[in-house]
C-alpha cells in the first residue's frame, strides 16, 4: 500500500520524503515491493524528475541499503576518479596506480562493459589470476598496504542501487539525471571518499548527448557531494572519438602499461594528467596544478607508477609480470592490418561504432550475462583530421579467428570516415565544474 | 528488445504504431514481456497519453487476445450498458432483464466491486445459487433462448485486458482515459454489441473527479465505438449520493426486484428509464424516447420484467424465488435504525464514506482477494435536501453481528452530514454524449 501511495505521488508530481524514499528504498531491496511497483514508480520519477533533496535521500537510502568501507583512520586522502564511460578509456588503469603512488588513497569501484562501452572490471580481469571481487575487509587491508584497490561493486555494497539499476536497464529508465546520479553517488560514498572526481565524456560516443545535460550531471553530483561532505569536481572529456589507440580489453591494459612507463599516446596522457592534477589538489597533497602535473611525470619518469600497478595486481592475485612484459596478456589469433580505402582526411571516428565493432568481435556486451573475449579489439592509430593516403594503415584488428577479422572490417569501414574535410574534434578537456560553478578549461 | 524499444518511444512522447501495440500486448499475454517492463510503459502511457489510433489499437489488440461471442445470428439488436461504479447503483440488475423483455438482446459483462463501489457480480451471486463465471458457448446459447446473460469477464475474453488491469491496479495506473476506455471497450466489443450505453459517473463517489474529464471518457468511448462499428451514447449521471436507498449486495437485489415491480425508488427509477431509453434507441425498437418509455413502464407494470428477471436467474443457477419473496435472499444478523443526531438538513450523503462502511461490515473488497458478506449494507432514507428533526431514522444498518451495527453507525456518522443548510444535490442525469456532441439534459 505504501508502494502504491508514492507511485501516485511521484506520478502527478510530487514529492517524496527522506523517509519514504528510505523505506521504499529498503523494502525494494529486501523484496517486499516487487519489481513492477518498482519499475512503475521509477518511471514516474524519470517523468517527473527528483528535486535536490529527493536525489540526496535516495542516494542515502541506497547507501545505506549495504555496508562501507571505513577508511578515516588510514591517515590518508581517499580520492576515487569515476567516469561516465566510453570507448577506449583505460584511464582509470593508469591513474589508480599513479595516484597511490603520490600517497593517496585510491578506494576504486568499477562497473563492467555494456553496449558500446567498455568497463574497467572487464579490462583488468584480462590480467592472468586477477581478482576483482575482494569483500570490504580484503579491500580494507589492501588499501592500509598499498594504498590501492581495484573492485567492483561487491554484494555488500548498496545492493538496492544494484537492484534497481538492473531493473532500470531493462525498462528504458536508465537515463535520468538524478537516477544516474543517486546511483553513483551510492557507491561512492561507500567507500568513505574525502574527493571524488568525475570524468564527464561528452560527444557522440557519450551516453548523454547534450551538453547542458552534462553540466546538469555535473552539477548534481556536485551537490550530492557536498550533502554528503565529500567534495566533487567534474571535468567534461571528448568522446567524438576513442580515447588512445586500443580499444579491446586486454589491447587496453597493454597501452595502460605503456602510458605508465611514459610512453602512451598524447591524448590518453593529457586526460589522465588532467583528471590526475584534479585528485591531488581535491586530496590537498599538491599546491598547485602545475605542483601536481610534476609529481604525476616523476612517479612515470621514475617507474614508480609502473611499479605501483605491478603491487596492485601482485595484491588482487594477477600476474604482475604483465607490467614487464605484457605479451602475457592474452594474444589474440589473428591480427590484420585495416588500410585507408581512399585518400583525403579521417572525417571522424565514431566511438559508438568502433564499440559495436568489439561487441562483434566478442569482446564486449549487449547483456549483463555475456562473456567477454579479452583478447580482442582494435588499435586505431588514425586520429581525426589525419591525412591519408589510399591503402595507408588506420588501425590493425586483432581477432579470434578469419570470420572476427572480417567482421572487424566491417566496424572499421562504418566506423573511420575518409573524407574531403574534417570537422574539428572536441577539445579534449573542456570544461570544470566545481562547487564554484562551470568554467571553460583553456586548450593546452 | 522490442518492449525496451517501445517503452522508450513512449516514455520519450512518441507514438505506437498499430502493429506494435499489437506485438507488445500478446507478448505481455503470452508472458514473454515480464510485468516490470509492462508496468514501465503504463506508467509511460499514464504520463504521456495515447492519442486516438492508439487507443483504438490497444483495444483491438487486447479484443484480439481472447474470443469473442458472434451474435449475428440471434438477429435481434444486441446492447450493453456499462457503469463507471458506485455506491447503490443496481441499476444493471433492472435494465438488464427490463430490456431484454423488450425483445433486445442483452449480454451483459460485469466486475465485481473495489474500494469503495461495488460490483454487479457480487451482487447477482447474493442470489442463493447464482452463477456468473458462464462459457462463451453457454452465454450465447442462454442468450439465443432468453435474450440476456449476466456474466463475468471469462477467462476467454481480452485476457490481455485482465492481465493488464491487475498490473495497473497495483502500479497506481488505472485513472488515465485512454487505458480505461480501451479496457472497458475491448471487453464489451468481445459481447458482438450492436450498441452500448455508457453511465458515466459524476461528483464525489465518482473516480473521475472532474466534469471534463467524465467528457473525455465518454467521447473517448465513442470513438472507440465508431472505430468498431458499435454505436456508444453515453449519460452523466449523479455520485453525489448513493443511488436508491440499499447499499450492500443482498440489499441491492432486493431493491433492484422492488424496482422491476414498480416500487423501486424514485431515482433509481429516472436513472434506469434514462439509460432505457438510450438502450431501446439505440436498438432501434423504440420509435422516441416517449415510446421507449411507455414500453418500459408497460413491462414493469406487466410483470413482464419481473418475470424475465425470473427466467434469467433461473437460467443461472439460481433461486429464482428471490423475486416473489426477497426473504429468500441472504439476512444479516443484526439490523439496526440509525437515527439523526440533531434536527437541521440532511447536507450530503458521502458515497464514498458509505462504500468505506460497507467494506467495514464485510460486504466490500479492499483487495481482490477479499470475499464479500453479501448480507450486510445500509438503506438509507435520508435524502440530501431533506429536513430531519433529532433523532428521525436516517438509516437501517445491516451487519453481521453487534461490532458491524458499531462500526455501521460510525461509518453513518462520517457519511450523512447535518447541517443548517443543504447544496443543492447534482441533477441525476445531466448530459447525454453521443457522436452528435454533448447535449445537457433537461431536469424532468
Chains 1, 2 share one sequence.
Not at 553496449?115 to 570490504?136: A, C, M, Q, Y
Not at 561487491?154 to 531493462?170: F, Q, S
Not at 566533487?232 to 580489453?249: H, I
Not at 577539445?427 to 571553460?440: I, K, N, T
Amino acid at each position: 500500500m505504501l508502494a502504491q501511495r508514492l507511485i501516485e505521488r511521484k506520478r502527478d508530481g510530487g514529492r517524496l520524503e527522506a523517509g519514504e524514499w528510505r523505506a521504499l528504498t529498503l523494502a525494494y531491496a529486501a523484496g517486499h515491493v516487487p519489481d513492477y511497483q518498482m519499475a512503475a514508480f521509477l518511471m514516474a520519477c524519470f517523468l517527473r524528475g527528483l528535486d535536490r533533496e529527493e536525489t540526496s535521500a535516495l542516494t542515502e537510502a541506497m547507501l545505506d541499503s549495504g555496508d562501507r568501507l571505513a577508511l578515516a583512520d588510514l591517515g590518508v586522502a581517499r580520492v576515487d576518479k569515476h567516469s561516465t564511460g566510453g570507448v577506449g578509456d583505460k584511464v582509470s588503469l593508469v591513474l589508480a596506480p599513479l595516484i597511490a603512488s603520490l600517497g593517496v588513497a585510491v578506494p576504486m569501484m568499477s562497473g563492467r562493459g555494456l553496449g558500446h562501452t567498455g568497463g574497467t572490471l572487464d579490462k583488468l580481469e584480462s590480467i592472468p589470476g586477477f581478482r576483482t571481487s575482494l569483500t570490504l575487509a580484503e579491500a580494507r587491508t589492501q588499501l592500509a598496504a598499498i594504498g590501492c584497490v581495484l573492485i567492483g561493486q561487491t554484494k555488500e555494497i548498496a545492493p538496492a542501487d544494484r537492484k534497481m539499476y538492473a531493473l532500470r536497464d531493462a525498462t528504458a529508465t536508465v537515463e535520468s539525471i538524478p537516477l544516474i546520479a543517486a546511483s553513483i553517488m551510492s557507491k561512492k560514498l561507500a567507500e568513505d571518499l574525502t574527493g571524488l572526481v568525475i570524468d564527464i565524456k561528452r560527444g557522440s560516443g557519450s551516453f548523454l548527448p547534450r551538453l547542458e545535460q552534462e553540466l546538469e550531471l555535473a552539477e548534481t553530483m556536485i551537490r550530492l557531494g557536498a550533502d554528503h561532505g565529500c567534495p566533487v569536481v567534474a571535468l567534461l572529456t571528448a568522446m567524438d572519438r576513442p580515447l588512445g589507440r586500443a580499444c579491446g580489453n586486454a589491447l587496453e591494459v597493454e597501452e595502460a602499461i605503456l602510458t605508465l612507463k611514459g610512453e602512451g599516446p598524447p591524448d590518453l596522457l593529457e586526460v589522465t594528467y588532467a583528471l590526475g592534477v584534479e585528485m591531488l589538489l581535491i586530496a590537498g597533497t599538491a599546491a598547485s596544478p602545475d605542483d601536481a602535473r610534476r609529481q604525476m611525470e616523476k612517479a612515470i619518469g621514475t617507474g614508480k607508477a609502473a611499479e605501483h600497478f605491478q603491487r596492485i595486481i601482485e595484491a588482487q592475485g594477477g600476474n604482475p609480470g604483465v607490467v614487464e612484459d605484457p605479451a602475457a596478456l592474452p594474444q589474440a589469433a589473428e591480427c590484420e592490418l585495416f588500410n585507408s580505402p581512399r585518400r583525403g582526411f579521417v572525417a571522424r571516428v565514431e566511438p559508438r561504432a568502433i564499440g559495436r565493432g568489439i561487441i562483434a568481435l566478442g569482446g564486449g556486451r549487449t547483456k549483463m550475462e555475456d562473456r567477454v573475449d579479452p583478447s580482442v579489439g582494435f588499435v586505431i592509430t588514425a586520429r581525426p583530421g589525419d591525412w591519408v593516403e589510399h591503402g595507408e594503415p588506420l588501425a590493425t584488428i586483432f581477432a579470434h579467428d578469419r570470420a572476427g577479422v572480417e567482421s572487424g572490417k566491417h566496424a572499421l569501414r562504418l566506423a573511420i570516415i575518409i573524407g574531403d574535410e574534417a570537422d574539428p574534434p572536441l577539445p579534449l578537456v573542456s570544461h570544470r565544474v566545481s562547487g564554484s560553478g562551470v568554467e571553460l578549461v583553456p586548450r593546452p
